[in-house]
Every structure is written in C-alpha cells, then in structure tokens.
C-alpha cells in the first residue's frame, strides 16, 4: 500500500444539475452520499429533468447553487443575485421561470421506497448516480498540459471528492484504479468504472467560460474519461485531509 495523496475538496449536490455545496466532511454509504441528487429541476410540460449538457435552454441552472444544512434536510437554492429559497418556497416557481425563461419545478427523484420527500412530484433520473464520484489534480493537470489548456478547475467534473495526489504521481492515475479498491482515510472504497464524460465539461459556469476543447481533450487524449465512479461497502464518513493509498 503506499500512500499517492490526500482528499482537497469534498461536494455534495443535494440538487442534480445545479451547482453544489463544498463540505468539510460527508457521510457515505452503499447507497450513496447522504443528501446527495435527492432533487432535480424538471419541465412539467414534458416531465423531464433538467439536462444542461444536451439542452441549452438548461444551462442557467449551474448557475444556481444548493446547499442543504445539517439540522434542514430540505436543501435550499441561491441564485446569482444572492437570495436564497428552500425548495418548498411558494415563490421559487416565479423565481425559476424568471431565471430561465420557462416553468422550471422541483421534483424528487425515487419514491417512498427510496425515501423521497412524497411533497415534491417524483422524477425519473437519466442515470443511475454512484455513490462516490473521485477525481484528481493529476489528471486535471495532465489533461490541461496535453490540450493545450489553462489551469481547469475541478468543478466542471462535479467531483464528490477531488483528490490532491503527490507530485510522483501524474497522468490519468484513476484509470489503473478500476475494478480495484483504494482507501481514503480509513475507508476501503472500490473504484467500479471510469467516469464517461458529457457536455457539462464544456459548459459556462460561474467564473468558467464556455470552453469546447476541454471535452475534446479528454476524447483524444482519455477515451472520453476522467476520474472514477466508486462505492464503499459500509457507511463512512470522510473528510478533507484524509490521506489516499493505493494498492491495497
């Protein structure tokens, strides 16, 4: 086992497409992060949920950003002129329809089977959400050097843990982690697949161009992934400054 660096930044994304909420610690089980993609925008024309990366019109959405509180699981939204609404706000309706042009609802994704909160219509999920999404400065950097890019900030990968690996390490170190376990922390967490990237890479976001060669760096250069999708076989909490070993 020997150790390749340690956890820099931790997100949770208590709504789906929307911009996330930095933690210093997250509780995770097999089942996923706890308030993790629990809500997602949705049409109520069509009934589908927002999907930025295929339709334009969804792009005002990251930026938004939610955060759900430790004692209030209902999440809450901001928008970009600093207001915040809980997610069950009589007025969030007309601030969305303002804010992206068309009605735009709450839904939550699963049933009362998944524990949804059965006050918001229910949504289908266009994936099936991993509980853990790892990526790592390694291969920001290598992807940037390779591409001819500036600096990328991890945020376009909607990680839910970034991972500061040591200077030894470089290119796409995740890639040799699937269908293997590393630990974080004190945690064994099993690395399922390499994480398959869409349009949201690309995208404008809060302080980020639009910027197309980011994907088409990662097509030519990476198979079209970076990082890893993963999952732990109990509940465990980490943190930032956890350290990160490999080959165990």
């Not at 050097?145 to 843990?161: C, E, K």
């Amino acid at each position: 086992m020997r150790r390749i660096g340690h956890v820099k930044e931790i997100w949770r994304y208590p709504v789906s497409s929307v911009g996330g909420q930095r933690l210093d610690a997250l509780s995770v089980s097999p089942a996923g992060i706890e308030g993790d993609r629990r809500f997602a925008l949705f049409d109520p024309l069509t009934g589908l949920s927002a999907a930025p990366e295929r339709d334009p019109r969804w792009r005002p959405a990251l930026f938004l950003q939610a955060m759900r509180g430790e004692t209030a699981h209902l999440p809450q939204l901001r928008f970009p002129d600093g207001s915040l609404h809980w997610l069950d706000d009589a007025h969030l309706d007309q601030r969305l329809l303002d804010h992206f042009g068309f009605a735009a609802h709450i839904g939550a994704y699963g049933g009362l089977a998944d524990g949804a909160d059965m006050r918001f219509p229910v949504v289908s999920n266009r994936y099936t959400p991993a509980p853990l999404h790892l990526v790592t400065t390694a291969s920001l950097t290598r992807l940037s050097v390779i591409a001819g890019l500036p600096p990328l900030d991890a945020q376009r990968f909607r990680p839910s843990v970034l991972i500061e690996t040591e200077e030894t390490e470089s290119g796409f170190v995740e890639n040799a982690w699937v269908g293997s376990s590393i630990r974080i922390g004190a945690a064994k967490v099993r690395v399922t697949e390499a994480s398959r990237r869409c349009g949201m890479t690309m995208i404008a976001q809060p302080g980020m161009n639009e910027q197309p060669e980011i994907l088409r760096g990662i097509m030519r250069h990476n198979a079209r992934n970076l990082g890893v999708y993963a999952g732990v076989e109990e509940a465990v909490t980490l943190a930032v400054g956890d350290p990160v070993y490999a080959g165990i």
